[in-house]
């Protein structure tokens, strides 16, 4: 199975930052098969990228998704309060779908 | 509006079991396949088990394979997860998830419920 790795674990920043979310496979991602999601405490996740760097319905464009092969990063320009999160990479491409271990963005 | 409610979790004794339920509505349940995630406490999310529209195609998480079994009842609007001889590790939040897109029932999901907490534990 493919393996996902985000990096940093924890990323500590001020609203207005820009954020920088790394997602590394194990193997190539087939068709950039790649989504993004944000979790905040108590909730379910949400969708926020699909194909790599395509945003879902009603999400902002200060959020944008990109990268192909093994190397995707999720990109969110200008921090608003609401962004601070866990950030998760999910792959779609090859069975079983994988989640990466998640990126916690921290207020600093 | 499309709503997912989970139900029928709660706190079972390892090598119990317990089924979980999905109640969906605000879409034609019967024209979308399906899926469960979990998520133990302060980790991260696992994909559970797809079932496809038709219940045709089912495919399981090694870690559940031949304890857990999904099914669906169109006529309902429901899914469910029937989960037996229940371990430790089996103790997670459970969302039930409606696909965007699904590939061979590889998905990403662009609606989630709001989870049910199994927690096995004697």
């Known amino acids: 199975e493919i393996v996902l790795t985000q990096s940093p674990g924890t990323l500590s920043l001020s609203p207005g930052e820009r954020a920088t979310l790394s997602c590394r496979a194990s193997?190539?991602?087939?068709?950039?098969?790649l989504a993004w999601y944000q979790q905040k405490p108590g909730q379910a996740p949400r969708l926020l990228i699909s194909g790599a760097s395509s945003r879902a319905t009603g999400i902002p464009d200060r959020f944008s998704g990109s990268g192909s092969g093994t190397d995707f990063t999720l990109t969110i320009s200008r921090l608003e309060p609401e962004d601070f999160a866990v950030y998760y990479c999910?792959?779609?491409?090859?069975?079983?779908?994988?989640f990466g271990q998640g990126t916690k963005l921290e207020i600093k | 509006e499309v709503q997912l409610v989970e139900s029928g979790g709660g706190l079972v004794q390892p090598g119990g079991s317990l089924r979980l339920s999905c109640a969906a509505s605000?879409?034609?349940?019967?024209?979308?396949?399906m899926n469960w995630v979990r998520q133990a406490p302060g980790k991260g999310l696992e994909w559970v088990s797809y079932?496809?529209?038709?219940?045709?195609?089912?495919y399981y998480a090694d870690s559940v394979k031949g304890r857990f079994t999904i099914s669906r009842d169109n006529a309902k609007n429901s899914l469910y997860l029937q989960m037996n001889s229940l371990r430790a590790e089996d103790t997670a939040v459970y969302y039930c998830?409606?696909?965007?897109?699904?590939?061979?029932?590889?998905?990403?999901?662009?609606?989630w419920g709001q989870g049910t907490l199994v927690t096995v534990s004697s």
């Open positions: 998830a409606r696909p965007r897109y699904c590939s061979g029932g590889t998905c990403y999901d662009d609606y």
């Open positions: 605000g879409f034609t349940f019967s024209s979308y396949s």
């Open positions: 079932i496809s529209s038709s219940s045709s195609t089912i």
């Open positions: 193997q190539s991602v087939s068709s950039s098969y």
């Open positions: 999910q792959q779609y491409g090859s069975s079983p779908r994988t």
